[in-house]
Every structure is written in structure tokens, then in C-alpha cells.
């Protein structure tokens, strides 16, 4: 095809709309009007307007003036400065304009175009191509919301179904404990029925002997031996069993349960030469979360809360311990205890003593954790052994030999996390034990160098990301290993100089994954983040000599005093108190 008659170079004459090659084509830059050979005289007779009509090729050449107002058929070619308008060639022999400075109209406005030009170019090039590729966004995710939200209700289901099918094994366990309950109890009652009945027999027996003795009259000495002594002896009389539910914390529910991240949805502008658009810049989808200990492959998600700038004192409860050890939260409202005694003690917040319950073998317990069940277990270093209270009875978990073991966690999925040092006093180390048995040691670094001190004050705690965090006195550090038992980092103190030396405690982690660590040489609690980055000190609040650490579902910190005996609560982020 003749590139000269092409289909993209035919244009139509805006008078007659008969099709014209550009080549032959004029355009009427005043007019703003293509016109074809044949048309333009038609075109110039129209003698109310002013015409310039050129080749099509160079239209837009010759500068639009505007009309004077004042000067019929003249137009403005300069700019009057002083009076900011346009004025025609007679304009300039008026006396309005005598001695002002007037300027070339068209290299006046020449800025102006140039910016206009810009504007156009960005506008063209830039900002509608954003404009529609924001559009692309949405509509593509309009065409897939349905069925992300239908996903994000099945998770929620499922999260259901799996919490039913847990509480169904707690039943069927908890119906499994009563029937074995209910067996060893008739066994029992029909021992004690044997027993009685046989009792029962031999008393009558006596009943008959005795009255046949007195009957007789008999005068004659004879050896006569009671046994009313031996029968007021009533066997023990054998108590039922009771099911002691906990209080159903609604909050603590909906944390465990799992949690939404928020929608959100960008009202503010955005300047587009910032960053390229993506589906972040319209609306980031919200991805349900899982609680860690009950879905180890799910990230939990909790609302950010920011460290308070003056951490405050809410309550102090006086234990009654001339040495106060522990603490661990048996919910937002009470708080199990240990000391320098063989009695574990349950207080409410008000300082009210709940329970008090002597461990097993009359030891004083080093360490003390609550299970995800609500049980208490505590070691007893000189018993070597980790004990469980359950149901007001204690039960041996675990017995070492040739190590002692000193601090206990409970960790995700039921397992416990044990600090125990060997008998030489040499080695520490870590270990994992899922009931009674041993699943993961940890003791060594990938250089095969000892990770922990010899020491035993070495509290431990499991972060959320699941790292295991371990307040190693001796060595004056915090140790923090992964999941896998693979050393992440060392946390040494703050270069403070008015803190000096770093020899920590207690450890505790929270919601935020923050470690919390206390220091009693200096009165305070160290608080980190998850990867060892010091975050402030809780200095305040009247410490001395802070000793164990927990906190509870809302965060809030309890501290116990090792001189005083008291435990401290106290709030070091923004969250509602309840």
C-alpha cells in the first residue's frame, strides 16, 4: 500500500466531510476547523472572524491572540503588566496604558505553556496509567473477594472443628479418669463391704460370747481379753470425687482462638513517584491467624501495644515468704507462689490466701509454671524429681539421675522445657520432655561450646516465635535458641554505665514477643524484643531486689520481691486494666 494514502492519514473536512489526504488538507488555526481545497474559500468569505488557514502540517504555528474587548476585529498581542490584561495595537494609544510596561504576549504565556505541556505529559504518561493500573487492582481483586472471605470463614470453621475435636479428647479423657475412678472406687467400697461384713460377724460372735459368759454365773477366774478397743476403729470412710471446672475466661478464649489481622484501607494520598502501585497501595486483604500453641505452623498476629514511657505499680500482694522465689498466673485473677518454704501458696489479686498445698516430699520447690490445663508442676532439685498437682494430688512427671533439675516452662503442645545442671556441677543443660520422656537435649552450640554456664539459676521461658529463652546467671546473660536448639544471639546487659554489671533472673516473654528479664543487683527488669534489642528498663515502681517473673493474658507484669515477700503487678503497655 502507497504509504501516502494510508488509512491513518485521511482526514475528514469539517465543512463538506468529505475524506482528505493530510497532504492536501488546511487547517484554520484561528477557527480550529480542517478544511479541504474546495472549502477554504468558502471559509475566508465569512468575514465576522478573523482566518489564517495554513497546511494542516503546521497547524497550531501561528499564536491564538485573543480577541480585544474593546477593539472590534483586533487582537491582543501584548500583556499590559501593570493592569494584568491582554491589550490590542490601538489599546497602546490609550492613555490607560501610557507608561506601563507591556510585554510580548506569546512569550509571556511561553512559562505557562511549557507547564501546561508538563502537566499534559504527566498526565498522559504517568498519572492516568497509575489511575488505571489502580483500577486493574480492584477489579481484580473484586473478582477474587468472594472467594478469599469464603476461605477466611472455612479457616474459621475449621479452627472450630479442630478446638471440638480437642475438647472431645479433654472429655473422652476426663469420662476415661471417672469410669477408672468409678472401678478402683467399687473395688474399694466392695473390700471395705468384705471387711465390715467379716467385722460385723466377729462382733456379733463376741455379743454371743459375752452374754453366754454373764448367763453362767461362772465364779471361776478365767482370762477374758476385750477387743471393744479394736472394733471402735472404724475402717475410712471413702470420699467421692468432685469436677472442678476453671473459670471460662472470655478474653483469654478469643486470644487462643486466633485473631484477624485488621482490614485496611488507605483513604490518604499517595504520591505515585514514591513507590510503584501494588495491591498494598489499594487495600492489604486481611489473613487469618492462628494461636501458636495450638497451630505451630500458623504466625500469631497480636494488636501492636507501645511500651509505656513510666511503667505504673497497680497492686502488691504480700505473701507471708521470708524469701518469695516465683510466680506464675493461674489466671488474670490469682497467682501461685514459692519461697523459701515447702508450702505453695494461691493468692487473689485482693491478697486473699486460696490454697496452700506441701509439696511431695517436703522439699522447698525451686520453680513453679502452671499448664496450659491450669495445673501447677514444681521442681525439687533435692528430690530430683518435676511434679504435678492435679486434683489436689501430686504426681511424680520426672525423675533424673546424675542431673538435678532446677527451672521448669510449660511450652506449646503440652511439652515442658527443663534447666537441669549433672552432679558434678559442670554441665548445664536444657531439655525437652513430652510427658515423661525425653525429646530434645540442648546443650552445645554448632562449635560443639557449651551454651549455658555451669551454674543453676538459669530461669527459662518459650517466646512466641517459639524461641527458648533462658536467664543465665552465672554467665550474666540471656540465652536465646531456636525451636531447633540453634543459638540466635546473647543478650549481655544494656552499655549503660550506671547500670553496670548484668547478672539476670527471672524471665518472662509476652504478646509482643518481648523478653522481660530481672536484674536484682540493680532494682529493675530489662525489656527486649524478640531479637535481643534492648527496649527500655522498668526501674521505677519501687523494686528491690526483683527475683521471678510472669506475666498474664493481658500483659500485665508480676514481679516477686526475693527480701520483701511480696509480688508486684505492674502495667508497662498500653492495654486496658481489668
Same mark, same amino acid.
Given at each position: ?5 494510508s488509512?491513518?492519514?485521511?482526514l ?25 481545497k ?9 468575514l465576522? #472572524?478573523e482566518?489564517r &488557514?495554513v497546511?494542516?502540517?503546521?497547524? $497550531?504555528?501561528t499564536?491564538? +491572540?485573543? %480577541?480585544?474587548? /474593546?477593539? !472590534?476585529g483586533k487582537?491582543?498581542e ?12 490601538l ?5 490607560f496604558?501610557k ?6 504576549l ?20 504517568s498519572?492516568?496509567p497509575?489511575?488505571? #493500573?489502580?483500577?486493574? &487492582? ?5 473478582? $477474587?473477594?468472594?472467594?478469599? +472471605?469464603? %476461605?477466611?470463614? /472455612?479457616? !474459621? ?7 471440638h ?11 476415661s ?31 454371743v ?14 482370762a477374758?481379753?476385750s ?8 475402717p ?7 469436677f ?22 488507605t483513604?490518604?494520598e499517595h504520591d ?9 497501595n ?21 494488636p ?9 505499680l ?7 515468704y ?10 488474670d ?11 505453695m ?13 506441701q ?14 490445663s491450669?495445673?501447677?508442676v514444681?521442681?525439687?532439685?533435692n ?10 494430688q ?22 515442658f ?31 560443639g561450646?557449651?551454651?549455658y ?8 521461658s518459650?517466646?512466641?516465635n ?5 536467664a ?11 525451636q ?8 549481655t546487659g ?22 522481660l ?5 540493680f532494682?529493675?527488669i ?23 517473673l510472669c ?5 500485665n ?7 520483701s ?11 486496658m486494666i481489668?
Amino acid at each position: 500500500m502507497d504509504p501516502w494514502y494510508s488509512a491513518k492519514d485521511v482526514l475528514l473536512c469539517d465543512l463538506c466531510e468529505i475524506p482528505v489526504h493530510q497532504m492536501y488538507c488546511h487547517y484554520c488555526d484561528f477557527c480550529h476547523v480542517k478544511l479541504c481545497k474546495a472549502c477554504v474559500g468558502e471559509h475566508l468569505s465569512d468575514l465576522s #472572524e478573523e482566518h489564517r &488557514v495554513v497546511p494542516f502540517k503546521q497547524k $497550531g504555528i501561528t499564536p491564538n +491572540y485573543p %480577541k480585544c474587548p /474593546t477593539h !472590534v476585529g483586533k487582537l491582543c498581542e501584548l500583556h499590559c503588566k501593570e493592569c494584568d490584561i491582554p491589550v490590542c495595537s490601538l489599546c497602546l494609544l490609550s492613555i490607560f496604558h501610557k507608561g506601563h510596561n507591556l510585554l510580548n504576549l506569546q512569550e509571556e504565556n511561553k512559562p505557562k505553556k511549557e507547564a501546561t505541556e508538563k502537566d499534559l505529559d504527566e498526565l498522559l504518561n504517568s498519572i492516568c496509567p497509575k489511575y488505571e #493500573e489502580n483500577l486493574a &487492582v480492584i477489579q481484580r481483586e473484586k473478582t $477474587g473477594l468472594e472467594k478469599h +472471605y469464603e %476461605k477466611l470463614t /472455612t479457616d !474459621v470453621v475449621k479452627r472450630g472443628e479442630d478446638w471440638h475435636r480437642e475438647i472431645n479428647v479433654v472429655v473422652n479423657k476426663r469420662k476415661s479418669e471417672i469410669d477408672e475412678m468409678k472401678t478402683k472406687h467399687m473395688a474399694a467400697l466392695d473390700k471395705q463391704e468384705h471387711e465390715i461384713t467379716s467385722i460385723i460377724a466377729e462382733v456379733n460372735q463376741c455379743i454371743v460370747d459375752l452374754r453366754r459368759k454373764l448367763d453362767s454365773n461362772d465364779a471361776s477366774p478365767s482370762a477374758y481379753i476385750s477387743r471393744n478397743v479394736e472394733f471402735r476403729s472404724l475402717p475410712p470412710k471413702l470420699s467421692l470425687p468432685h469436677f472442678c471446672p476453671l473459670k471460662i475466661n472470655t478474653e483469654q478464649l478469643h486470644q487462643m482462638f486466633g485473631s484477624l489481622s485488621e482490614l485496611s484501607i488507605t483513604t490518604e494520598e499517595h504520591d505515585y513517584t514514591m513507590k510503584k502501585p501494588d495491591h498494598g497501595n489499594v487495600m492489604r486483604i486481611p489473613q487469618a491467624v492462628l494461636y501458636p500453641q495450638m497451630e505451630p505452623e500458623a504466625e500469631y498476629c497480636p494488636p501492636v501495644k507501645p511500651l509505656l514511657d513510666e511503667p505504673e505499680l497497680i497492686t502488691t500482694i504480700d505473701t507471708g515468704y521470708k524469701y518469695l522465689y516465683n510466680v506464675t498466673c493461674l489466671n488474670d485473677e490469682e497467682i501461685w507462689t514459692c519461697g523459701l518454704d515447702k508450702i505453695m501458696k494461691l493468692y487473689n489479686l485482693q491478697g486473699k490466701l486460696l490454697k496452700a498445698i506441701q509439696t511431695k516430699s517436703g522439699n522447698t520447690p525451686r520453680d513453679i509454671e502452671k499448664t496450659w490445663s491450669g495445673d501447677l508442676v514444681y521442681t525439687d532439685p533435692n528430690a530430683r524429681t518435676v511434679d504435678i498437682v492435679y486434683n489436689n494430688q501430686i504426681q511424680e512427671v520426672i525423675r533424673l539421675r546424675d542431673w538435678t533439675p532446677h527451672y521448669v516452662c510449660n511450652i506449646s503442645y503440652g511439652d515442658f522445657l527443663v534447666t537441669m545442671v549433672s552432679d558434678d556441677g559442670e554441665q548445664s543443660k536444657v531439655v525437652r520432655y513430652s510427658g515423661s520422656t525425653e525429646t530434645q537435649t540442648i546443650q552445645f552450640d554448632n562449635e560443639g561450646k557449651p551454651l549455658y554456664s555451669s551454674g543453676d539459676l538459669k530461669y527459662i521461658s518459650e517466646n512466641r516465635n517459639l524461641d527458648i529463652c533462658v536467664a543465665d546467671n552465672r554467665a550474666g546473660a540471656v540465652v536465646v535458641v531456636n525451636q531447633a536448639g540453634k543459638l540466635r544471639f546473647r543478650y549481655t546487659g544494656h552499655p549503660s554505665t550506671d547500670k553496670g554489671s548484668f547478672y539476670p533472673l527471672g524471665i518472662t516473654t509476652d504478646s509482643q514477643s518481648h523478653i522481660l528479664t530481672s536484674d536484682c543487683e540493680f532494682h529493675c527488669i530489662h525489656i527486649l524484643d524478640q531479637d535481643g534489642q534492648f527496649l527500655r528498663y522498668i526501674d521505677n515502681c519501687d523494686l528491690k531486689y526483683p527475683w521471678g517473673l510472669c506475666v498474664d493474658m493481658s500483659d500485665n507484669l508480676f514481679v516477686t520481691e526475693l527480701n520483701s515477700g511480696k509480688v508486684k503487678k505492674i502495667k508497662y503497655d498500653h492495654h486496658m486494666i481489668r
